[in-house]
């Protein structure tokens, strides 16, 4: 769709045959008057897809911008509470996303399910002329990540990947990428990613499952299991099923802060190793058990690039528990969601940055609100400054991890293949078997 297009065209070129039916819908207000809704002004028309914690504050955050028309959930709870929240209960209700994907008058979607549905409904949704702004970890695997990018091409879709760390936080994390890349540091010797560790948990109980959730639905790709109540909302990211730990979820936000001060947003490692503790025990890196949280709960992993800079993944560590840490060859900082600290961060006032680095590593665009960055780039084109791309590249870098630690031994990997070397049992683990009628189509 082009979005440049008036809400009165695109109104125009919307059959009524072409609005789906919703899945289930609650009420009077489950049909939406489009036709109202989209002579309004020209924020764009939008569609929640995953409306549980996480789903309804990005989509918050985004009716700053647009209106949504369009609200998918397969727990009908969630999606009832949302409509009431973002729409005044006025937005037509799914259960099935492709549903909502059909409609001709949404033109972006904002994506957060459970890291194991983000890429095939946001390769659907490109597929189907939708900008996309989807929540991190943005993948479960790396040739999820392949496909994701392979797509975004093809399609030239705006895609934006919810590493808010980039636009805000008082621009600190920012400022940490233009030091190092100004060589204020000197030669960047070694990062430190400091994400903590999964809980452990478990044995959990098999319960009944709630009656307005489509417990299989939800499962997708994932294989059946019984429902146990602390795999889904909300705890999702403890199961290997569903996502990868702490690896990928703050691993998404610093590990891409690493790469990003290291300028490596098109590469990647040459070797990765590590230690790490799991809840239960694995076999050939599976867990042997299937009613407790099984992701890892301590862990460091060295992460090599072809310079000879170092990426460690950890835990914690003796001086902090969760922000990077970039040590180079004439001095270091650090630097978190609430502060950016050493003895480069003070000498900015006698000599502050170049206000073109600052600039270029912003793609051009006000800094502070990472929504209003997607909405501005709906109506420019622009590219986002959390792109699909570096966030694929971070995010291999977190999915190595995971794999080198659920192997137990160290691997060599190729950045420009995106292959492990000589290895494949490795490579195995760049994918994983999807249930038949949840595979993800390209």
């Not at 409509?83 to 937005?91: C, H, M, S, T």
């Not at 452990?200 to 319960?207: D, I, L, N, T």
Request: with cysteine; net charge neutral; charged share 25%.
């Amino acid at each position: 769709m082009n979005s440049k297009l008036s809400r009165r065209e695109l109104l125009k070129t919307t059959s009524a045959a072409a609005i789906a039916v919703p899945y289930f819908a609650t009420g009077s207000h489950a049909i939406a008057d489009e036709s109202k809704s989209a002579e309004k002004n020209d924020r764009p028309l939008l569609g929640a897809i995953g409306v549980g914690g996480q789903g309804r504050h990005d989509s918050r955050r985004a009716k700053e911008f647009g209106d949504f028309v369009a609200i998918c959930d397969v727990d009908q709870a969630h999606a009832e509470q949302a409509n009431q929240e973002l729409a005044g209960g006025k937005a037509q209700l799914y259960g099935d996303y492709r549903k909502l994907l059909e409609r001709k008058d949404v033109e972006a979607v904002i994506i957060a399910t459970p890291d194991h549905w983000h890429t095939k409904i946001a390769i659907e949704a490109m597929q189907a002329g939708k900008d996309v702004y989807c929540e991190k970890p943005l993948t479960l695997t790396i040739e999820e990540g392949k496909q994701i990018c392979q797509v975004a091409k093809a399609t030239k879709r705006v895609f934006q990947v919810g590493t808010q760390q980039r636009s805000e936080n008082g621009d600190m994390f920012l400022k940490a990428a233009a030091m190092c890349q100004d060589g204020r540091l000197g030669k960047i010797q070694r990062v430190t990613a400091i994400i903590g560790g999964a809980p452990a948990g478990g044995p959990f109980a098999v319960s009944p499952v709630p009656s307005t959730l489509d417990w299989d639905a939800w499962q997708g790709q994932a294989q059946v299991t019984d429902f146990i109540k602390e795999r889904c909302h909300g705890n999702f990211r403890w199961w290997y099923e569903y996502s990868g730990g702490k690896m990928t979820d703050w691993g998404a936000h610093h590990v891409d802060i690493a790469h990003w001060v290291l300028g490596a947003s098109d590469t990647g490692p040459v070797s990765v190793e590590g230690t790490a503790s799991h809840p239960v025990p694995l076999k050939n890196g599976y867990p042997t058990e299937t009613n407790k949280y099984n992701t890892a709960t301590v862990f460091t992993v060295t992460c090599r690039f072809a310079d000879g800079v170092e990426l460690i993944v950890t835990d914690t560590t003796a001086e902090h528990d969760n922000g990077v840490l970039i040590e180079g060859a004439s001095g270091r900082i650090f630097v978190n969601r609430g502060k950016l600290t050493g003895k480069p961060v003070e000498e900015l006032a006698a000599n502050p940055l170049p206000d073109a680095l600052i600039n270029k590593l912003s793609k051009g665009k006000k800094t502070g609100n990472h929504m209003r960055n997607f909405i501005e780039c709906l109506k420019d084109r622009g590219e986002p400054i959390s792109d699909v791309f570096s966030h694929h590249r971070a995010l291999t870098t977190c999915h190595l991890a995971n794999i080198a630690i659920r192997l137990g031994r160290r691997l060599n990997w190729n950045p420009e293949t995106e292959q492990f070397v000589g290895d494949d049992a490795a490579n195995a683990w760049l994918s994983r078997d999807q249930r038949k009628g949840f595979e993800i189509l390209v």
